[in-house]
């Protein structure tokens, strides 16, 4: 089945430094990527997506690029925040019937940033 | 107000209660879906429905059982509940295209202890 592999947390950075966290997948077909973003105490919501092979995702000064060649969908920032201290979700949707999907997340990793 | 809301959101109680979260939303989606969110294992799916006829376990239903009563209500129901569901309970909603798309809408949440 299909499955989604996070790199392993916490994170912890100062504000201003570049932040990756890496994210890897397994599926059959053609998925969509996505990332989502828990601020504390809240719900996930959506970050960014990319639909097709060498799409990139962009919000929030957050960049990740669909390679299907290394099927991976690594999230990355120049310079983050202390309001980006959240816990990150990467997912892909996969056709499950019809015209029906279905989302399969990672285990999430919670970036911390130092003033 | 929120376009998904989930109650109770806190619940303490004693193995073997019965306990249901409820969930509704104003978004007019047809897909509903119920998460657990535990420490290290990221969102794992319990439920889905995407139609008020339709229901689908996912890839943790045992012990769960759920209902859609209407479009906009997806209550999850614990018939006896034990220790280890103690967890985050996120209920989410996407529409057709939406979930194509990958995008789903979540809940705040819902912490259950079961003591």
């Known amino acids: 089945g299909d499955s989604v592999t996070q790199m392993e947390g916490p994170v912890t950075l100062s504000e201003e430094a570049f932040l990756t966290i890496n994210c890897t997948y397994t599926a059959t077909g053609y998925p969509s990527l996505f990332w989502y973003v828990q601020y504390p105490g809240e719900g996930l919501q959506l970050l960014l997506k990319a639909t097709k092979a060498d799409d990139k995702g962009s919000n929030k000064g957050f960049e990740a690029t669909y390679r299907k060649e290394t099927t991976s969908f690594h999230l990355e920032k120049g310079s983050v925040q202390v309001s980006d201290s959240a816990v990150y979700f990467c997912a892909l949707s996969n056709l499950v019937s019809g015209a029906n999907s279905k989302l399969t997340f990672g285990k999430g990793i919670t970036l911390s940033v130092r003033p | 107000d929120a376009d998904v809301t989930q109650t109770p959101r806190n619940r303490i109680t004693k193995t073997g209660k019965r306990i249901m979260l409820e969930c509704s939303q104003t978004?007019?989606?047809?897909?509903m879906y119920w998460y657990r969110q535990d420490p290290g294992l990221g969102l794992r799916l319990i439920y889905y429905s995407f139609d008020v006829k339709d229901i689908n376990k996912g890839e943790i239903s045992d012990g769960y059982s759920v209902s859609r009563q209407a479009q906009a209500k997806f209550s999850l129901s614990l018939e006896s509940a034990i220790p280890n569901q103690t967890a985050l309970y996120f209920c989410?909603?996407?529409?057709?295209?939406?979930?194509?798309?990958?995008?789903?809408?979540f809940g705040e949440g819902s912490r259950l202890t079961v003591l």
């Open positions: 989410a909603t996407s529409d057709l295209g939406e979930a194509a798309n990958g995008e789903l809408f």
């Open positions: 978004k007019g989606h047809d897909r």
